[in-house]
């Protein structure tokens, strides 16, 4: 019985971490170099406070989502109503909003980031809202966005 409920623990402990290591940039120039260095695209998350959180709890929180974003993405999270940023990135926040194409919160947005010379090239891939499904579907939309 002790054994059962030790291997059970250990079990549900390594879940739990396993879910949660996201590590979302939150600062774009770093997520930019951070992109273009590992050759990865950037998966850019859109929010606000007051945006639904039906994306963060259903798809963001799995480790599914854990797992290929780990693999496959630079996660790069933009709270648009963060109060703690300066006014100079919360204007580039937008701005970068405003030139993906970004109408509703939350949304992701998926590009490809390419420095050349100390200057970034933005290649927008796609536009990701929060769809009933769960993980999987999401994850296999993001693929289709990715790998056309």
Known sequence: MTRKLLTLLLFLGSFFLHSQNLVWNTDLSDAFVKSD???KPL????????AGQK????IFASPDFAEWSRDNVILLRLD?????LTDQDKEQNLKMKNALGVE?????CLVT??????KPTIDKLGLLGYKPGGVQQWIKEAKAILRP
């Open 113 to 118: 980031i390419t420095i050349r010379k100390n």
């Open 43 to 50: 998966l850019i998350f859109f929010t606000a406070a007051s």
């Open 104 to 108: 509703e919160l939350p949304q992701v």
């Open 55 to 58: 994306m963060q709890n259903e």
């Open 37 to 39: 260095t590992e050759r």
């Open 80 to 84: 648009l109503s963060d109060s703690s």
